[in-house]
T-cell receptor, first 115, second 107 residues
């Protein structure tokens, strides 16, 4: 069973509010990812990190930021939420290495609704 | 163009039917995953393949590296198999995902 946790699971917030989605993993994985998934659509990479103090933007990173101060923690922040941010946000992690790095583990997801 | 293409997008089957979901990819890969996502739930990896075939219970996954194609088979389908099945590949340090196949198994 994967040890990767996301909070909150469900959230409804007003337009313009700042929100941080939390993601923590206890597997010691160096690589962590944030994906956005609309219902029935594919996953889109928002941000990723290959280790502490390393963060990169994905295909869909506008209006959000991440930080990686500790290996186990990879929070995603929306500075000013908009209705277009309504979606499911999935956090994932993967170990380093050619073979081990093939595995990927997902959190349960955070469902965000912006009204 | 998406690096990973799946078919069909939607699939409805009667309980007990044999089901096949297909995945084609266009990048070099080190591994391919078949993932399962239940409504409102997270994503779990059913299989990770780099060659050949794997079987787990009623689920079978195959991959043909030369043809860049994989299939997921479900034998004797059951309503609890109803979920979205996603094909994902690892290429370099990134993962690429198909759009998913939404499977509904009717009792």
């Amino acid at each position: 069973e994967a040890d990767i946790y996301q909070t909150p699971r469900y959230l409804v917030i007003g337009t313009g509010k700042k929100i941080t989605l939390e993601c923590s993993q206890t597997m010691g994985h160096d690589k962590m990812y944030w994906y956005q998934q609309d219902p029935g659509m594919e996953l889109h990479l928002i941000h990723y990190s290959y280790g502490v103090n390393s963060t990169e933007k994905g295909d869909l990173s506008s209006e959000s930021t991440v930080s990686r101060i500790r290996t186990e923690h990879f929070p995603l922040t929306l500075e000013s939420a908009r209705p277009s941010h309504t979606s499911q946000y999935l956090c994932a992690s993967s170990p380093t290495g050619d073979s081990a790095g093939n595995t990927i583990y997902f959190g349960e997801g955070s469902w965000l609704t912006v009204v | 163009k998406n690096e990973v293409e799946q078919s069909p997008q939607n699939l409805t089957a009667q309980e007990g039917e044999f089901i096949t979901i297909n995945c084609s990819y266009s990048v070099g890969i080190s591994a391919l995953h078949w993932l399962q996502q239940h409504p409102g739930g997270g994503i779990v990896s059913l299989f990770m393949l780099s060659s050949g075939k794997k079987k787990h219970g009623r689920l079978i996954a195959t991959i043909n590296i030369q043809e860049k194609h994989s299939s997921l088979h479900i034998t004797a389908s059951h309503p609890r198999d109803s979920a979205v099945y996603i094909c994902a590949v690892r290429s370099g340090n990134q993962f690429y995902f198909g759009t998913g196949t939404s499977l509904t198994v009717i009792p």
